[in-house]
């Protein structure tokens, strides 16, 4: 059976309901092991064994979340030419871009030779000021079925060998 992993990072919950629902929508094929982990749980034993994964972050200062990025120092020498041409997709909460997170994202599976089978889906949640960053996200319906119909695309693919 396929595993897909998800890898998430969240500090006020967007991102965490997003990668939740890219799970949701892989664990409907029933031929897909769906595997969802915080980043800090996620180690290069983890990446192995998967077939296919979701990358989903926060963008922070401009960047993918300190905790994101922790995971891909502690796993990308491990995985290095091991798990090339594997398909992912990547996830962003961001307040007002994402952009720059999603390219750094970009670059290390570059390095990995992973194969992207979407657009990055970067959901935006309007908060800018220091009081609406620190409050707790509740990300539109609209957006989790996004994130859910990249979760349900990617398990999909795998089941049916067409990654
Ligand atoms: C320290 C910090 C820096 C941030 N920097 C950015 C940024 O550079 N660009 C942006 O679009 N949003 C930025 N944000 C906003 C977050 O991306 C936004 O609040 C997002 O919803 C966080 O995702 P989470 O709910 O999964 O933690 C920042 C938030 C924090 C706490």
Not at 1 to 21: C, D, K, R
Not at 31 to 48: F, I, N, Q, Y
Request: glycine residues 10%; hydrophobic residues 50%.
């Amino acid at each position: 059976m396929n595993t897909l992993l998800v890898v998430f990072h969240s500090m006020t919950g967007g991102t965490s309901q997003m990668a939740e629902a890219a799970a949701k929508g892989a664990r409907a094929e029933p031929e897909v092991r769906v595997c969802l982990l915080r980043a800090a749980d996620a180690g290069a034993k983890e990446v192995l064994a998967a077939d296919g994964y979701i990358f989903a972050t926060p963008e922070n200062l401009g960047a993918m979340s300190g905790m994101m990025k922790n995971f891909f120092d502690r796993t990308y020498y491990a995985a290095l030419d091991r798990i090339a041409g594997r398909p992912y997709g990547v996830l962003i909460c961001a307040g007002s871009d994402g952009e720059n997170a999603a390219r750094q994202l970009a670059r290390i599976v570059t390095g990995w030779r992973l194969k992207p089978v979407a657009e990055p889906i970067i959901v935006c949640t309007h908060a800018q000021t220091p009081e609406a960053i620190l409050a707790p996200k509740q990300v539109p319906a609209a957006d989790l079925e996004r994130a859910r119909e990249l979760g349900a695309a990617l398990a999909a693919g795998l089941a049916s060998g067409i990654f």
